[in-house]
């Protein structure tokens, strides 16, 4: 096992030397894949023998236009175009390495790199660095739209020149996938039947947005664009939506014996909204409330929690039943005493205007 390893190490070793020795003592990487619109690097090194001097550096790019040179004898002249550093010089005994970084990697970027070092007396040493794009995919977070209401999903592949076809398709909860609509360059946008009227996308290969105009029910389930494109193949990020329906709940009670009541308080939604009461754990309720789940056939969920209560308790205190959803920034709160609530306000209002309207007439006889 050791020697075998020991056996390729020094193949690898061998053609190392080799290599170098091709490439005139110039080691760089002979190919490079970078992350478009993010930046890259690239890196040399050269290796002397005794008497040799490393005069100058430069850097070369694939319309062999100098992008960056400098004298590693003349430490801070750097000499440079936009959007190029210098990342890195060291000099060793006898060796050199240089790094430099390309701000942002574009499609205009793709190529062979080179990397020149004159060295005196010997002359110029080059080694080349190939440069190829790749991008992912990048899709929006999981969302969630209120029932009736609009949205758009979108996804961008930055190599929009290599794309040649976007798909959507849509994977529902049951596991099934169906194709929602295609984009094929210089052609309309396809809606399937299904979607049609209902959906549309926009005619792009780069940036793709499928916009739904009233969100239902069934168009909850995840969503795949496909970018299909030449060299890179299928590109795809998957993104799930949710659709609410926000609850409207409402409360009443009956007697059911003389003085015991029975309050329900209900609540259709998707999903199931949560009910609590106010007055749980009070010493005139008659245990605990009781939550019951119906489901509807339009995939929402009726809750009603119903609670028993001496009847005097809707006399002394404000009954109230709180709702919450994950569609809702904050609780709803429904009463059960409605009349205390609602028609005092109103009462007492016209109360004072009686009043003030009496005052007046009493002052306008006086003066
Ligand atoms: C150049 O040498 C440095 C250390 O001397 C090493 O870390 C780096 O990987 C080398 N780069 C290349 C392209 O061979
Ligand atoms: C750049 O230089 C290399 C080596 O000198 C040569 O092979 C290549 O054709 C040149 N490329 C361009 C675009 O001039
Ligand atoms: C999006 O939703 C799906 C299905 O509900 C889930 O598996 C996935 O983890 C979610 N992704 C994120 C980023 O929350
Ligand atoms: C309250 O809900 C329960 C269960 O759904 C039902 O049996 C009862 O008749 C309802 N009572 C009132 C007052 O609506
Ligand atoms: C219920 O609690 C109140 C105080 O919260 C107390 O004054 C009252 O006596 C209690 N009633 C019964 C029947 O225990």
Redesign the pocket.
Known sequence: MCGYISAISLQVWLTLMLLSRLQGKVLAPPHLQAMAELPFMLACNITMETGEVLKQVLWLDMANKTILHYQPDKNDHVTKVDGVELSQQTTGQQAHTSVITIRRAAPANEGCYQCLFDVYPTGQQRGRTCLSLTAMVEMM??KTVVSGKPLTLSCKYVLSKRVRQVLWKKTAEQGDTATVASYVKNDRPIIETPFKGRITLNPSLGQTKLSIHQAQTEDEG?YTCEFHTYPDGIKSE???L?VYVLPKPEASYVTVSEDIVEANCSAVSRPAAEISWNVEGHNQTMGPAVTSFYQLGDGTTMVVSSIQMQAELLDDELVKCEVRHQGLESAIYVSLNKYRNFHVIPISASCVALVLLICLCICLKRC
Request: net charge negative; charged share 15%.
């Open positions: 977070d999981n995840c998957t993104a799930c949710s």
